[in-house]
């Protein structure tokens, strides 16, 4: 009852917002908030928001996109994966922005995987789109979207994937959340939540603690296995799309935070 009543809230809120959008100039203003008024009904609030972004440490390899010509369409529900969907320039892409001390962390592991698979010439992540930049510095990354999730038949393309990252050194440390790799025109996808299970080794470690670090990495892909082929975890989703936000209007502004209206 609870959850239904809270959607049937939100409902009404939306269509309130919506029907009083128009009231609020977002060319001068980047957001507003939606307050009841002493006489009754509802009025939008101009409020002056400011995020604070976070720099990412890395040698750009991609072109550089200024984050105010993205637009968002789609949010993680999770708040604690900062991920997103959208457009740029009329592609769609799927893009983190650094606008937290946790997520800055996350976002830097996945930088640095994407950063270390290109330097090896390794094609086992989503193609990256571009850096996400803000006043010259990178706070993000963008690639192109993930689809098709990886399953119990794909495994000959997961052990070639694995190999590929022993050879260079690359191995997870921490087993595999389902749903984290994905399957995308016949070649492996290593997803976001990859990143902060992999370690890249520089080989002058020792013989048996890269032996070590081998029988980990193979353990945790056995393990990945074993938890495809129960049906239960076999369409597991960890980045799950918040439905109830939509567009209500998409107004063009040069504001820092035009991309989260």
């Known amino acids: 009852m609870h959850i239904k009543?809270?959607?049937e809230l939100i409902k009404l809120h939306q269509d309130i917002v919506e029907t009083l959008i128009h009231t609020i100039d977002f060319m001068r203003i980047n957001s507003a908030v939606l307050a009841p008024q002493p006489h009754g009904?509802?009025?939008?609030v101009p409020k002056?928001?400011?995020v604070d972004f976070y720099t990412i440490q890395c040698r750009p390899w991609a072109p550089l996109i200024d984050i105010r010509e993205v637009r968002t369409t789609r949010w993680c529900a999770d708040p604690q994966i900062e991920v997103r969907q959208g457009l740029w320039r009329g592609r769609e892409i799927e893009f983190f922005v650094a606008c937290g001390t946790g997520i800055r962390v996350a976002i830097q592991r996945y930088t640095d995987l994407l950063q270390a698979l290109n330097a090896c010439g390794l094609d086992l992540c989503s193609p990256v789109v571009g850096h996400l930049v803000k006043d010259g510095s990178v706070i993000g990354v963008a690639t192109e979207v993930h689809t098709g999730l990886a399953t119990y038949a794909d495994r000959a393309l997961l052990y070639d994937a694995f190999q590929q990252l022993e050879r260079e050194n690359i191995f997870f440390k921490i087993e595999l959340c389902p749903g984290s790799i994905y399957i995308s025109d016949g070649k492996v996808r290593f997803g976001y939540l990859c990143a902060?299970?992999?370690r890249l080794y520089s080989g002058?470690?020792?013989?048996?603690f890269l032996e070590e670090a081998r029988q980990i990495h193979w353990s945790c892909l056995d393990d990945f296995l074993s938890t495809l082929e129960d049906e239960f975890?076999?369409?597991?989703?960890p980045i799950r799309w918040n439905e109830q936000f939509r567009i209500l209007a998409y107004i063009p502004t040069p504001s820092d935070l035009s991309f989260l209206i």
């Not at 009904?41 to 939008?44: E, K, M, N, P, V």
């Not at 975890?233 to 989703?237: A, I, L, V």
């Open 5 to 7: 009543h809270d959607r």
């Open 41 to 44: 009904g509802f009025a939008l």
């Open 48 to 50: 002056t928001s400011q």
């Open 196 to 198: 902060s299970r992999m």
């Open 204 to 208: 002058r470690e020792g013989g048996a």
């Open 233 to 237: 975890f076999s369409t597991f989703m």
